[in-house]
């Protein structure tokens, strides 16, 4: 029989890189609850439609990388490939417009059938943070200070940059769209099949195109900057200006888009040059149409995702375990007070390892194994004087500690 393994595209976590996952996660998690956001959570698959309406039926997500099955009901359900649809329909199913503006801080599995490389997998992890109902610019600077605030506390604030763009309102990209069109339709021939194929459906994604050709073109297309309305160049202008009152730097990307129209005004991504081609570790901007979009009230939002895989990878080595006490009884009346004592040591706070048998040199082997801070031994002679010996696993020095002191001793190890 063939041994097995995972599936191509995702990975265990052992304890070392769950050491590393955890701390992202429970880092994200405190930043942003100092920021006001409280943490929910939604399924990990939705009905279909949920990512059809908001990714689009064209766009690469939704044609060749959705997880997508029909249950034993007969309805066509779909993994998570991101969380803010999910996030939307629950505003939306759960009646939450009343509780506008709606701070929300959510992580998860997410699921893309996508070719396997550095940084991406075909299950991977998201940390993911959503303003709904503030239409405002001070919502946008909140959430990229929070997401700064996080990479600053993960220690990797100067591994990434801030690219910041505006899409404008509806109006000023309808305008800068009929433009854009123009502009590449002089150079369609010139134009890689993808980006044909965007012109008429999504021609904003040609300025994001990968292709060296596409590339050149793109380097003299027209400025966004230059087809903004009054209106939107001054939701733009608060938005830098908070970002600038933060002192939170930024470079300014025209090229930086999101392609399906329900996306205004802002666009960002926080970006690092440590981790090759997979250069994105933060991205979001303003989605004041999508909960229309999915029959829902007219509602703003803003907010951003991050991948998890690729902040560990940014953050090296992971946080060392916590190390911990090994209890070793030793014989048979030793073991059942062992037993009620590890119980005990366990509630008042310490990490205990009792082992499960073997005799004196065999547990000690065990507790240099597992590099324990300390061991604690109990035998007969201890149980007559209610008393233990703990062992500095450092030093290598021992003291004997009363039972009912134990407690107390142990603590400079926990």
């Not at 690469?60 to 007969?74: C, L, P, Q, S």
């Not at 929300?104 to 109902?133: A, T």
């Not at 990209?173 to 021939?189: E, I, P, Q, W």
Request: with cysteine; glycine share 10%.
């Amino acid at each position: 029989m063939a041994s097995l393994q995972p599936v191509r595209g995702t990975h265990d976590l052992l304890p070392e890189a769950m050491r590393a996952h955890r701390r992202v996660i429970e880092t994200a998690r405190e930043v942003a609850e100092r920021y006001g956001f409280d943490e929910m959570a939604t399924p990990i698959f939705e009905f279909t439609d949920v990512f059809r309406r908001t990714l689009g039926d064209t766009s690469d997500i939704v044609t060749k990388e959705m997880y997508t099955f029909t249950d034993k009901g007969g309805d066509e359900l779909t993994l998570r490939p991101e969380n803010t649809a999910g996030v939307a329909r629950c505003f939306i199913s759960e009646g939450l417009a009343q509780d506008v503006p709606l701070k929300v801080f959510c992580g998860g599995p997410m699921f893309r059938h996508e070719r396997p490389q550095k940084g991406r997998l075909r299950q991977f992890h998201q940390i993911d943070i959503e303003i709904i109902g503030v239409p405002g610019p001070q919502a946008d600077v909140e959430v990229i200070a929070a997401g700064a605030a996080i990479l600053k506390a993960l220690g990797i604030g100067d591994l990434t940059a801030l690219q910041l763009n505006t899409l404008g309102d509806a109006e000023s990209r309808g305008k800068f769209r009929d433009v854009l069109v123009a502009y590449f339709n002089d150079h369609l021939n010139d134009l890689s099949e993808d980006s044909r194929d965007r012109l008429e459906r999504n021609p904003l994604r040609i300025l994001d195109s990968k292709d060296e050709g596409d590339r050149k073109i793109v380097a003299g297309a027209p400025d966004y900057a230059d087809h903004l309305n009054q209106e939107s160049a001054d939701f733009f202008a608060g938005v830098t200006g908070g970002l600038d009152a933060l002192d939170i730097a930024y470079t300014l990307d025209p090229k930086l888009v999101r392609g399906l129209d329900y996306y205004t005004h802002t666009a960002f991504e926080f970006t690092t040059t440590e981790l090759g081609a997979q250069d994105a570790v933060m991205a979001g901007g303003r989605y004041d149409g999508l909960i229309g979009t999915m029959g829902g009230p007219e509602t703003p939002g803003v907010g951003w995702a991050a991948g998890v895989e690729r902040l560990v990878m940014l953050c090296g080595d992971p946080p060392p375990a916590r190390r911990p006490v090994a209890l070793i009884p030793i014989g048979e009346a030793a073991e059942a007070v062992a037993l009620e004592l590890s119980e005990a040591l366990r509630a008042a706070g310490n990490r205990i390892d009792l082992g499960y048998g073997g005799n004196l040199n065999r547990r000690m082997k065990r507790a240099n194994k597992i590099a324990a801070a300390a061991a604690v031994l109990i035998g007969e002679d201890e149980l007559q004087r209610d008393v233990a010996t703990v062992r500095d696993m450092e030093t290598g020095e021992q003291e004997e500690v009363a039972l009912a002191a134990l407690e107390d001793h142990l603590a400079r190890y926990r």
